[in-house]
């Protein structure tokens, strides 16, 4: 695959090296990180599986968009609280259904300390499902992405 000159595409570059059973160390940018897999898969449990990782980039993508479309919309905050779970269905890994490999579901729950009105927090949601590079990658794979975002008084 050729890619053209473009000063908008940003190339990301990943060197990976093979450690153990199934644990992978990652170099990117300057930052190591491992991947393995809970024992019952053939891992030493030593650190989070791939999928652990998605959610949790999923979880820091959201945020950081959040952070950069508040600013364009005047939606400050105090405090954020941010978590997401996804559902598996493992048969697909094993083979034994023909169910998709990755995530069903991904239910998001965001609550904001904040004294904006719920009217500008839709503005800001509606803006970050269409700017957030991760929101949209498991959307557009046919993952049902759930977004709970609500907001508490500023205290």
């Not at 940003?10 to 940018?29: C, F, G, P, Y």
């Not at 820091?60 to 400050?76: A, M, R």
């Not at 978590?83 to 579901?105: C, N």
Request: hydrophobic share 35%; proline share 4%; net charge negative.
């Amino acid at each position: 695959m050729t890619i053209k000159a473009n000063p908008d595409l940003r190339k990301i570059e990943v060197d990976s090296l093979w450690k153990k059973n199934v644990q992978t160390e990652h170099l990117v940018r300057g930052f190591r990180f491992l991947v393995d897999e809970p024992v019952k898969i053939g891992g030493d449990n030593e650190a989070p599986t791939p999928l652990d990782y998605v959610v949790g980039a999923f979880n820091g993508c959201i945020l950081v968009v959040i952070d950069s479309v508040g600013k364009e919309l005047g939606f400050q905050y105090k405090d954020i609280e941010i978590s997401s779970e996804a559902w598996v269905d493992r048969r697909g890994l094993k083979g034994t259904a023909d169910v998709s490999p990755y995530y069903q579901t991904v239910r998001n729950k965001i609550v904001f300390y904040t004294e904006h009105s719920n009217e500008l927090l839709i503005e800001v949601k509606k803006t970050v499902q269409k700017r957030c590079p991760l929101y949209n990658l498991l959307k557009d794979a046919g993952v049902e992405v759930e977004l709970d975002w609500s907001i508490t008084g500023g205290s």
